[in-house]
């Protein structure tokens, strides 16, 4: 109800899929005093400069406060009206495949459970996908091919006891800060713990680490190749573990065979430099292997995930203290759309859309019988759906695809084109909002109410301590709300977020085989007070039986057993040519979240990198002056950027931080460059690897 707590309030920082624990305390004066939560198991009281930041981010300027229609103050009723209208005149035209919704890592489970309600269930719709489509679509592919579900197996206690932590297209430093400080308090204390860096540039990240392996981009699949390889010519299987528990050895064994030895030439590493690397994670039984967007942000993302949690499970090196394959997530939420199904390739609570009895026992639970029969569009497909004018009603949630997403100009002209376009967002400053025709005001960091979980499995509460600003409100109240005048009150009508999460909780108890690991059905009889005080909680937690600390080590594999995946090298879908030489890469700044849409107004951010920069090696294009402006051509567009040189950079590769807007620098948004070729299984863009001219501005 927008009230005030009156002291400090536990909560959870919403920046970086990391999940940190924050104690809040308003000052009085528009702001808070933000300190770590030393309770909570993620960062045991440490904060990076983002979430140090945060009580800063909390003023009103610029915000979204009353809802909008087409540019014009209107009521909540007038409003939430017109979205109705234009669904359902879209829903007339066009069919359910002519509605689509595109949420948010951002938003609360509670909130992302509400949508893919409303899309799947009401609208009848696969079409709603998630930003987290571009962050870890790839890993989650990956997972469901290894493990048969979307599963993490271990926790982040795991990076603490390895003795080798193996950091694959992650600058850990600046993206996942708090990981990396415990990364580096772990190597302290336990000197001969080693560290590898995989990655075309010495990032920061670097300086903490043993050995770093400047990997050519997009050739993983043939370094993991090489180590499987190399790991079964030294006898390194756990032949136990393979035959009790997976599947597919021979024929993934087949694969890496076929290209191991091209690793060299393919990698662009020094065969001796790889042997040392394959000889120490063969002699390391507690290795951990954490990856990123480096892995998942590429067209052959799936694969090079697989390839990382083959070597795994060839040795039994997972799910025990110490061991296994790792993702991690970019966003605060990413996992709690993946757990409610706000991805257009899954159903809600893990359920299937083809396992026998799941589809119509979700139907049934709901009571909404026009639930959508098949996966809908991922992302990239989803917006150029709506260029080519087949999308008739979008509903935007907390992101900024004008931003975003490849293929920028693209993207503009779709939004810009669209029949009928809703923004849910906090503020006026995001690119996307500038399309809509209905503009709804939603509640931020510190004034909504709900929960997310992170990459370890951690349910988290985010908890309100600023009041309701103007006329904002919850995304899930709006989403009810257009839902009840869609004729489906009665499926909607939530007292509040506890009452959300206590039904998201019972779908996961629902047409359960006993394989299914992601199960909370012990959650689902939470009273409103125990969710209000609900600790960081991993799962599983299941309604009967024991709780899991970590799957698939021996005797706890969910889905019977594991399956080793054959993968081979896939180049990028796009090469340098004689017409664009170079290979653009892009990433995040240290002190910068998404579309800077929030830090992008705090000053000491701000100053870490203060305008956009693209970075080439001292070799590459010598005749550009240092810190001159530059004009950086691809095939799909340009951006205008300041050059710098760094050494760490790899010869034949640029570098371009991702956030920059329209408000902040129209010129240097870097996603207008970035061609829109995706991951055949996963859907992800591949946003590394983009062909690139560079020259004088
Ligand atoms: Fe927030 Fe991530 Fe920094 Fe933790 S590491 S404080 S979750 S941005």
């Given at each position: 109800d927008g009230s005030l707590p009156a002291r400090a309030t536990r909560t959870t920082c919403p920046y970086c899929g990391v999940g940190c624990g924050v104690r809040a305390t308003p000052d009085g004066r528009g702001g808070a005093t933000i300190e770590g939560d030393a309770d909570h198991p993620a960062n045991r009281g440490r904060l990076c400069s983002k979430g140090a930041a945060l009580g800063e981010t909390l003023g009103l300027a610029d915000r979204l406060l009353h809802p909008e229609v087409r540019g014009k103050r209107a009521s909540w009723d007038a409003a939430l009206d017109a979205v109705a209208e234009g669904f359902t005149r879209a829903l007339d035209r066009l069919?359910?495949?002519g509605v689509a919704l595109y949420v948010s890592g951002q938003l609360l489970t509670e909130d992302y459970y509400a949508a893919n309600k409303l899309a799947k269930?009401?609208?009848?719709?696969?079409n709603i996908d998630s930003n987290s489509r571009l962050c870890m679509a790839s890993a989650v592919a990956a997972h469901r091919r290894a493990f048969g579900e979307d599963v993490v197996p271990g926790t982040y206690d795991d990076l603490d006891q390895a003795d080798l932590l193996v950091l694959v297209g992650s600058n850990l430093a600046w993206c996942h800060p708090v990981l990396f400080q415990r990364a580096m308090a772990a190597k302290a204390a336990r000197p001969d713990m080693r560290i590898v860096v995989i990655d075309p540039r010495r990032t920061a990240t670097c300086e903490g680490a043993d050995l770093h392996l400047p990997i050519a981009p997009g050739s993983d699949v043939a370094l993991f190749a090489a180590l499987l390889v190399h790991l079964d010519a030294h006898g390194c299987g756990d032949a136990r573990y393979i035959a009790d528990h997976t599947q597919g050895l021979a024929e993934t064994l087949a694969a890496a065979r076929m290209i191991a030895a091209e690793a060299p030439a393919l990698t662009g590493l020094p065969a001796t430099q790889l042997e040392h690397f394959c000889e120490l994670w063969a002699m390391t039984p507690r290795v951990v292997t954490l990856w990123s967007q480096g892995v998942n942000q590429s067209s052959a993302g799936t694969d090079k995930a697989n390839a990382i949690i083959n070597a795994h499970l060839f040795t039994g090196r997972i799910g025990r203290p110490g061991m296994g394959p790792f993702s991690v997530t970019g966003q605060p939420n990413a996992m709690g759309g993946r757990e409610t199904g706000a991805l257009a390739t899954m159903l809600a609570g893990h359920l299937e859309w083809d396992a026998p009895g799941e589809h119509a026992a979700l139907a049934d639970f709901w009571g909404l019988p026009r639930l959508a029969t098949g996966p809908g569009l991922k992302a990239v497909d989803l917006f150029e759906a709506l260029g080519a004018g087949s999308i008739g009603a979008l509903w935007v949630m907390a992101t900024n695809p004008a931003v975003s997403l490849p293929a920028g100009d693209a993207v503009r002209g779709a939004l810009a084109a669209a029949p009928f376009l809703v923004v849910s967002e906090t503020t006026r400053r995001a690119d996307t909002a500038a399309y809509a025709h209905i503009r709804l005001p939603a509640l931020a960091w510190g004034e909504k109410d709900g929960t997310v979980t992170n990459s370890e499995r951690v349910i988290s509460r985010q908890r309100a301590f600023m009041p309701w600003p103007g006329e904002a409100r919850p995304d899930w109240w709006a989403v009810a709300q257009v839902a009840a005048r869609l004729g489906h009150a009665d499926a909607f009508a939530w007292s509040g977020p506890a009452a959300i999460f206590r039904e998201h909780a019972a779908v996961t108890g629902l047409a359960r085989p006993a394989s299914r690991a992601f199960d909370i059905s012990g959650l689902a009889a939470r009273s409103d007070a125990d969710y209000a005080a609900m600790p960081p909680t991993r799962w599983p937690v299941p309604a009967s039986g024991p709780a899991t600390e970590?799957?698939?080590a021996d005797g706890n594999v969910p889905a019977g057993r594991a399956r080793l995946v054959p993968t081979l090298f896939r180049a990028p879908h796009a090469q340098p040519d004689a017409a664009f030489p170079l290979r653009l890469l892009t990433g995040r700044l240290r002190d910068q979240w998404h579309t800077m849409t929030r830090t992008g107004s705090v000053p000491r951010l701000m100053a870490h990198a203060p305008e956009p920069v693209l970075t080439l090696h001292?070799?590459?294009?010598?005749a550009l002056p240092d810190g001159s402006l530059v004009r950086a051509d691809t095939p799909a567009g340009s951006a205008v950027l300041r050059l710098a040189r760094d050494a760490g950079q790899r010869r034949g590769t640029a570098f371009a931080p991702m956030h920059w807007t329209a408000q902040f620098a129209p010129a240097a948004r870097i996603n207008a460059a970035l061609i829109a070729a995706t991951d055949p299984l996963s859907g992800q863009p591949e946003l590394k690897h983009t062909p690139l001219r560079v020259s004088p501005y």
């Open positions: 069919g359910p495949e269930g009401v609208l009848g719709t696969g970590r799957f698939f001292p070799d590459d294009e010598p």
